[in-house]
């Protein structure tokens, strides 16, 4: 109830906020994520007024938790109170297929984006959402803790070197540690007292999640769900991810090398206070651990000994609401957000995260402003983004598959047997899946 | 003449409130759950599918357990509330040392918002927390209180008898000051033993108190949605996923309204059921000894 309230209550505000705007100017309404996420949003809707006097971009912004449930209710009612609308990759099919965006049509030009990234916004062919930015994982270690139990390393960017892109591409492309390779150093790293760990050999930033797990069963071969969306019998059940669970499993119950239950945020905070040795995350973290004063090197995202390198992407986009009266203002910002020098420019100095606009990553992999720790973990991400990410798969039922893959891997973490929590998750997805598969 | 016609009007005009506030916040979103069961969204477009989703909840295995995990909880949270409850307030009426000490501390759960109740056992229960700190001093090993199949749900219905038992205690208080005194006098010159007055004066002339607090309770522990959103999501292995989080995951999560309404709707018409049956027995046997 507090969520429709708070719904309800943002769209009476937002209404009369657009109501009291001067006749001849324009106000765009766009919902976004708190935190750095509007920061940047609103730098980006700073410059774009400049450059567009008259027309106004008004943020709502929503805590992450909130967010999702937010925008579903406000698309699905039709609230012409919003314009634009952040989106999360995977959502897109979501929305699209019940009708919340207006696709992008051709006077779009997106010939200087990531074509990955850009196909993770199309749905039935159309583009209904155009990629802001893209993410790259990475393998961050605690030098000291390494030191400390004389362990060696992987290979991996430190702070006190350089690194030109072609560096950056051997690295990733011969050096990368196995998940074998972390397991036997995480046991290592682990230190118990009376019971109670006292440093975490490692942990991934998002506990069971589906973005930062896809790579696990995929870096064995078998992808999460089949081509058509909605079929998870022979892929989540299958033997590649049985034994990617069965890993996952053992990281928390049979090394008890990783904790359990971990919130938003609460790895990256195990980490800067030295009690994780070794932490599987976003390159979002890098601002907050240089500010933490942690010793810390980063590495290549790892895979499975005898599998294949699979690293996570995809990240947040932008889609016009197909409620909005104002469709043409509203495409020409999220064209502006990011196809423009400008727009993107403004979005990766404000939030650093990896971009999606090809002109700006060629800057990265050239520019010596990023030949340095740790700007030149972008390059990595560059490798990955261009080599090895495999986007989340394309389906409606999108929402049905995460939440039944974060209780099958949070279960498993939890001492549930592999066996059993892969088999629920199958049965509970393909149950929901169908009931919106078109 | 005007007399006969008046207390009719005042009548009328006393309880349009409230029966506004009925139509309006109970009666209409029933009605709006109800209509929305019966249709599907597809492609952005309400298509009517009449009780197909009440069927397809016939062999939803999902829908079952949570079924059976609501029905579970609430056999157990009930009873144990209910009776805890009653305990708590006939030590509240006592005067023994201390008591005020003891009366404050039981009514603090009141003064402290769920959520807020439920963040700080939230860190109580995680695995270095304060719970098995101290039964580790004991020598009893951590449990995962939150993280484990067999005591999550146990955990749910400690936190939420933490919270709740206070808020009926005081309504049992009020039960227990209405019996009148010269009745435990007789009592007492007849020689009766402290046993036989709870059973046969103090529980039959807190009936009617005992019945409001036992519809109320029920009702709110059916509906009961936040510890479980915050602690559990309904896991692990679904040991606590209740019918309202099943609903809620169904519509907020998934943007399957239409099975939302009808998990919905099963809910009201489930409590509706217990709801009557509970006033029949008790209300019912008061009347027939009468």
Known sequence: MKIIQTAIAAGLVASMLAGTALAQDKTLNMIVIEGGDTTAMQAVADAY???????????????FAQFFQVAELRLRSKDAGIDLVYVDAPLVASYASRGFLSPFDAS????????????????????FALPINNSAQVLFFNKTLFANAGITPPDGLTAGETASQAQVDELAATKRWTWEQVADAAQKLTVKDG???????????????????????????TDVIGPDGYTAKGYLDSEAWTKAATYWANLYNEWGVSPKSLGYGEAAQLFGNGQLAMMAGGTWNLPGLEASGVDFGVAPYPYFEGGKVVTPTGSWYVG????????????????????????????????????????????????????????????????????????????????????????????????VAVKDALASAVQKFEAAAARVAP | MTRSRSPVLLIAALLTPALIGLVVFRLYPIALAANDSFFNVLRGQPVFVGLDN?????????????????????????????????????LYVQNFKGVTLYRVLFLIPIGVSLPTAVLIWRIMLSQDGLVNGVIGIAGVPAQPWLTSEALALYSIIA?????????????????????????????????????????????????????????????????????IFMLTQGGPADSTNVLMYEAYKSGF??????????????????????????????????????
């Open chain 2, 54 to 90: 009440y069927v397809a909840l016939l062999t939803d295995s999902v829908f079952w357990n949570s079924l059976k995990v609501t029905f579970w909880f609430n056999l157990l949270i009930n009873p144990i509330q209910i009776a805890l409850a009653l305990g708590l307030a006939l």
């Open chain 1, 49 to 63: 007024k400049a450059a567009h006097p008259g027309v106004t971009i008004n943020l709502q912004p929503y805590p």
């Open chain 2, 253 to 290: 999560i998934f943007g399957d309204m239409g099975r939302a309404m009808a998990v919905i709707v099963v809910v009201v018409a489930i409590l509706l059921v217990i709801v009557g049956l509970q006033f029949k027995l008790l209300s019912g046997r008061r009347e027939a000894k009468r």
């Open chain 1, 320 to 415: 016009v609401n197909a409620a909005s009266g104002n469709q043409a203002e509203a495409v020409d910002f999220a064209k502006y957000l990011t196809t423009s020098a400008e727009g993107t420019k403004t979005w990766f100095d404000s939030l650093q995260q990896l971009p999606t606009y090809k002109p700006l990553l060629d800057e990265i992999s050239t520019a010596a402003a990023f030949d340095s720790f740790p700007q030149d973990v972008f390059r990595l991400g560059v490798y990955d983004s261009l080599n090895t990410a495999k986007a989340r798969p394309v389906t409606a039922a999108y929402g049905q598959l995460q939440d039944a893959f974060r209780t099958a891997f949070v279960d498993i973490a939890n001492g």
């Open chain 2, 159 to 227: 936190i939420a008898t933490w919270k709740g038992i206070s808020y009926w205690m005081i309504f049992i208080i009020g039960g227990l000051q209405n019996i009148s005194p010269e009745i435990y006098d007789a009592a007492r010159i007849d020689g009766i033993k402290p046993w036989q007055r709870l059973v046969y004066i103090t529980i039959p002339l807190l009936r009617p108190t005992l019945l409001f607090v036992l519809v109320a309770d029920v009702s709110i522990n059916f509906l009961l949605f936040a510890p």
């Open chain 1, 195 to 221: 019971g109670r760990t006292t440093t975490y050999g490692f942990t991934v930033e998002q506990f069971g999640e589906l973005y930062q797990l896809q790579p696990f069963g995929e870096s064995l071969g």
């Open chain 1, 108 to 127: 779009v030009d997106t010939s200087t984006l990531v074509t990955s990234a850009l196909d993770a916004g199309k749905y039935e062919g159309n583009q």
